[in-house]
T-cell receptor, first 113, second 112 residues
Framework: DQQVKQNSPSLSVQEGRISILNCDYTNSMFDYFLWYKKYPAEGPTFLISISSIKDKNEDGRFTVFLNKSAKHLSLHIVPSQPGDSAVYFC????????????FGKGTTLSVSS | DGGITQSPKYLFRKEGQNVTLSCEQN?????MYWYRQDPGQGLRLIYY???????QKGDIAEGYSVSREKKESFPLTVTSAQKNPTAFYLC???????????FGPGTRLTVL
């Protein structure tokens, strides 16, 4: 059973608008969440993370929001740029250092100019 | 520059042959990981290692083997027992006191 779910396989947004990527999780032990960006045939690149003691973390155009009661997090990209077109993976951890992350299946973001 | 390297970028193997994928990091990270990505799928964990000479199975370890003789290196062998080896393989590493993993560029393995 999937512990980390990205229910939207794809998202299309116009340049300059906001992109919102969503992620749901089922394991209440998860206390650290990350977003990765991946281009085809390349390794994922770390974007931004959030600890469960926070409900928001911001880094430039990227903001991650965490709603623990709903077991939901979202990544906001404002403004969206064509170079943001990629697959975005949500990942979660129970914060046992050195253990593996649990990944969602990814959402493909397409930003049109 | 510090980073993670994987070689080769593309690898072709005949059915029934074992093949070893290389992963090296110079980030001084203690933990290293191997994931597999299939089309439309997330990253699935094959093996991980937190310390030299020790490693643990992930969710899909069958048909794979690893070694961790040096802190910098974590090679993955895809054996002939792996039923569907064609995939994109990703290596990652992290410090022990953080959950953020950093990935290499990946190796695409195709079994002919």
């Amino acid at each position: 059973d999937q512990q980390v779910k990205q229910n939207s396989p794809s998202l299309s947004v116009q340049e300059g608008r906001i992109s919102i990527l969503n992620c749901d999780y089922t394991n209440s032990m998860f206390d650290y969440f990350l977003w990765y960006k991946k281009y085809p045939a390349e390794g994922p690149t770390f974007l931004i993370s959030i600890s469960s003691i926070k409900d928001k973390n911001e880094d430039g155009r990227f903001t991650v929001f965490l709603n623990k009661s709903a077991k939901h997090l979202s990544l906001h990209i404002v403004p969206s740029q064509p170079g943001d077109s990629a697959v975005y993976f949500c990942a979660a951890s129970a914060h046992q250092a050195g253990t593996a992350l649990i990944f969602g299946k990814g959402t493909t973001l397409s930003v049109s100019s | 520059d510090g980073g993670i390297t994987q070689s080769p970028k593309y690898l072709f193997r005949k059915e029934g042959q074992n093949v070893t994928l290389s992963c090296e990091q110079n980030l001084n990270h203690d933990a290293m990981y191997w994931y597999r990505q299939d089309p439309g799928q997330g990253l699935r964990l094959i093996y991980y290692s937190q310390i030299v000479n020790d490693f643990q199975k992930g969710d899909i370890a069958e048909g794979y083997s690893v070694s961790r003789e040096k802190k910098e290196s974590f090679p993955l062998t895809v054996t002939s027992a792996q039923k569907n080896p064609t995939a994109f393989y990703l290596c990652a590493s992290s410090k022990l006191d953080t959950d953020t993993q950093y990935f290499g560029p990946g190796t695409r393995l195709t079994v002919l």
